[in-house]
């Protein structure tokens, strides 16, 4: 079973500012198969980005997925309010599907 | 439109048996490249992938909980139902079931239920 490991727990950044969240396997992820969860307080996650890079239906570009292979990495590009939250990367195996423990995007 | 929603006792008491449902719309487990899955996330902590049921019947569990776990479906129904056996105080946790499609690959959780907190505590 893979293990995913995000880095780092927080990330404190400033309205406007790029936030990089790194997302690392324990071992290859085959064809790509990792997906990116943003979660408000309160609320079910969002999908972000499957296939290590392809933005879910209704997700603005300012969120981009990067990587292959063991290492991965989600980029916002210009932080906005609706963005500080908890991220989740998850594995898509072909049978169990595991995910990261979590980055936090807190306001500095 | 796709909608999901877990339903289940709110309270359970250490070793009892939790059974949740999901009851979904807009779409059909019975069409290919379909799955459900049962996450849950316990307070203030990380998601945890439990179980997954998909268009065919496969089904696939955790393997640090896969000895507890049962999960099932009725088509009928657009029900997928989760059994979890002997439960601990440290289970306390928001239950959520959600879909995933194939296209080209499994292509994340799109649609999500809003979540059934389940507190275990005699």
């Known amino acids: 079973e893979i293990v995913l490991t995000q880095s780092p727990g927080t990330l404190s950044l400033s309205p406007g500012e790029r936030a990089t969240l790194s997302c690392r396997a324990s071992q290859t992820v085959a064809s790509n198969f990792l997906a990116w969860y943003r979660q408000k307080p309160g609320q079910a996650p969002r999908l972000l980005i499957y296939?290590?890079?392809t933005r879910a239906t209704g997700i603005p570009d300012r969120f981009s997925g990067s990587g292959s292979g063991t290492d991965f990495t989600l980029t916002i590009s210009r932080l906005e309010p609706e963005d500080f939250a908890v991220y989740y990367c998850q594995h898509l195996g072909s049978s169990r599907w595991t995910f990261g423990q979590g980055t936090t995007v807190d306001i500095k | 439109q796709v909608t999901l929603r877990e339903s289940g006792p709110a309270l359970v008491k250490p070793t009892q048996t939790l059974t949740l449902t999901c009851t979904f719309s807009?779409?059909?487990?019975?069409?290919?490249?379909?799955?459900v899955s049962w996450i849950r996330q316990p307070p203030g902590k990380a998601l945890e992938w439990l179980a997954r049921?998909?268009?065919?019947?496969?089904?696939y569990y955790s393997t640090s909980l896969e000895t507890r776990l049962t999960i099932s479906k009725d088509t009928s129904k657009n029900q997928v139902v989760l059994t979890m056996t002997n439960m601990d105080p440290v289970d306390t946790a928001t239950f959520y079931c959600?879909?995933?499609?194939?296209?080209?690959?499994?292509?994340?959780?799109?649609?999500w239920g809003p979540g059934a907190l389940v507190t275990v505590t005699s």
């Open positions: 296939g290590a890079s």
């Open positions: 049921i998909d268009w065919e019947g496969d089904k």
């Open positions: 959600a879909r995933m499609l194939w296209s080209s690959g499994w292509t994340g959780f799109d649609y």
């Open positions: 807009g779409f059909s487990l019975s069409t290919g490249g379909t799955s």
